[in-house]
């Protein structure tokens, strides 16, 4: 089959997981070619499909003050970046692909060219328009009268943007039991779970342990760090932490990244309401031992107290299972070893290819 990948990502879990399904599927001898939007080429995407067409634009940048900055962002560069997903649905429809593969948007979260193509678009939905959707993600209280309004206005047409195009794809595809739901309290729309991997010829247990705590991301509350700094407060004995921090010292090369999973005894993962995460994957592949929150995604990737831990937003309870784990070496043990035979078994990323094939062949019958 000849399937065209589309997909305006910036480099992240979403764009990772759209390669790893196309090379997945190249590898069943299918021609697998990549539509994408973005600033710069940086070639890095050539080994995973059999062609890379790229397709420059450059967004402008608004850090607030500059109103006409702003209504250029949110009007006219909109129009634009819909002008160019007419063009390259035009370029699509002139290769014959069986299927187009539809990835999200950073600007319209589901992309415009869902609404321009014609032939079979299988959409795969990492999340709704979280900002629309999720009160959490609501706009400042303390905004005035105007611009209350101009804010209300734009998260409206964004919305509207939004269901129009997600309603014009033939399938929807989605990361986990949580966001199907998600998807369908957002849009009244059936979505079908089909889950992202990791490659275990790639994330494996390389180093011995020498980290008892490794956090992933950032300050912000969202990703846990406030949640985390109250449980190690509650700690007995010292332990060893370290922060892999975005912006700070983050590292996205795959083997710097192993070596990190690889030598931390814990992992945290506690992303509020995180629709799905390759870092549990990732870390749960090279034998750390990951504790998460008992909500969202991870909830579809960990086992309770078999290849990992969920914990509440507790404190108390969180420190517990620090010291439970930390305490008894076999424990580590056997949850390392669990999490390693599943990951490989169940979360590879062919499955999730036989998967996409398998759908669409279903919906042409």
């Known amino acids: 089959m000849r399937i065209a990948v589309f997909y305006e990502l910036d480099p992240g879990g979403a764009r990772r997981g759209a390669n790893e399904f196309a090379r997945a599927i190249k590898l069943q001898g299918h021609t697998v070619d990549l539509f994408f939007i973005d600033e710069k080429d940086t070639f890095q995407e050539k080994k995973y499909y059999s062609h890379v067409f790229f397709y420059k634009f ?60 014609s032939i079979t678009k299988i959409y795969y939905c990492q999340e709704p328009l979280r900002m629309i959707y999720e009160t959490i993600f609501s706009a400042p209280k303390n905004l005035d009268p105007i611009r209350k309004t101009y804010e209300k206005l734009t998260r409206n047409i964004k919305k509207i943007i939004d269901i129009f195009n997600i309603k014009n794809a033939d399938i929807i595809l989605t990361n986990s039991t949580f966001t199907k739901n998600n998807i369908y309290n957002a849009y009244k729309l ?22 008892d705590i490794l956090f992933i991301g950032t300050k ?17 004995k010292k332990v060893k932490i370290f922060y892999l921090m975005r912006g700070e010292n983050w590292v996205s090369n795959d083997k710097q990244l192993r070596d990190y999973y690889s030598k931390s005894r814990i992992v945290i993962c506690f992303g509020f309401n995180e629709p ?13 031992i990951v504790i998460a929150l008992d909500e969202g995604g991870y909830k579809d990737s960990i086992k309770n107290n078999k290849t990992g831990f969920l914990v509440p937003k507790d404190p108390i309870v969180v ?9 008894n070496k076999n424990l580590q043990n056997k949850i390392s070893q669990n999490a390693i035979l599943d990951m490989k078994k169940n979360w590879t990323w062919k499955r999730g290819a036989d998967q996409i094939i398998k759908t669409f062949k279903e919906a042409k019958k």
Not at 103 to 113: E, L, N, Y
Not at 200 to 205: A, E, L, M, R, V
Not at 319 to 327: P, R, T, Y
Request: net charge positive.
């Open 190 to 211: 059936n979505s079908t779970v089909c889950h992202m991997g990791v490659d275990t010829s790639n994330f494996y247990p390389t180093l011995k342990k020498e980290i």
């Open 58 to 117: 450059i967004p402008k940048v608004w850090n607030g003050g500059n109103f006409k900055v702003k209504l250029y962002k949110d009007f006219i560069e909109i129009y634009k970046l819909y002008r160019l997903h007419k063009k390259i649905a035009k370029d699509i429809e002139k290769n014959s692909y069986d299927f187009a593969f539809i990835h999200g948007s950073k600007f319209t979260q589901a992309p415009f060219i869902l609404s321009c193509l």
């Open 276 to 288: 799905f995460g390759l870092i549990p994957l990732e870390a749960l592949s090279c034998g750390a």
């Open 319 to 327: 420190s517990k299972i620090f010291e439970k784990i930390l305490s």
């Open 220 to 236: 912000d509350i969202f990703e846990g760090y406030e949640l985390f700094e109250e449980s190690i407060k509650n700690l007995k």
